[in-house]
């Protein structure tokens, strides 16, 4: 099992950046797929972006592509979500989650285990 624990969430006006981070306890993170979502208030929850386990694949919702960028490092554990260009519909609560599905997803049922959440807030 893996304990995702996330941090680096804030505020940041927008066009700025921030870089969330995601260590997970265990000694096998690199069995599983990584990957952030995230929930605004009254929305439902989202995927955001997903790695596999060596990191030589990765995904992301059409809304972040070019401005997010997901990476990890297996010997430290952690998974990282750099965020540029940010905009007020960045504006959540973000997760990170840990799969031992084959491949990156998109679908959040295909996560077991998941962090407690980190917010981020993008003022306009």
């Known amino acids: 099992q893996v304990q995702p624990v996330e941090s680096g969430g804030g505020l940041v006006q927008a066009g700025g950046s921030l870089r969330l981070s995601c260590a997970a306890s265990?000694?096998?993170?690199?069995?599983?797929?990584m990957a952030w979502f995230r929930q605004a208030p009254g929305m439902e929850r989202e995927f955001v972006a997903a790695?596999?386990?060596?990191?030589?694949?990765?995904l992301y919702a059409d809304s972040v592509q070019g401005r997010f960028t997901i990476s990890r490092d297996n010997a430290k554990n952690t998974v990282y979500l750099q965020m540029n260009s940010l905009k007020p519909e960045d504006t959540a609560v973000y997760y990170c989650?840990?799969?031992?599905?084959?491949?990156?997803?998109?679908?959040?049922?295909?996560?077991?285990?998941w962090g407690q959440g980190t917010q981020v807030t993008v003022s306009s």
């Open positions: 790695i596999s386990r060596i990191g030589g694949n990765t």
């Open positions: 265990g000694r096998t993170f690199s069995n599983y797929i």
């Open positions: 989650a840990a799969s031992r599905e084959e491949a990156p997803s998109g679908v959040g049922a295909d996560y077991a285990y």
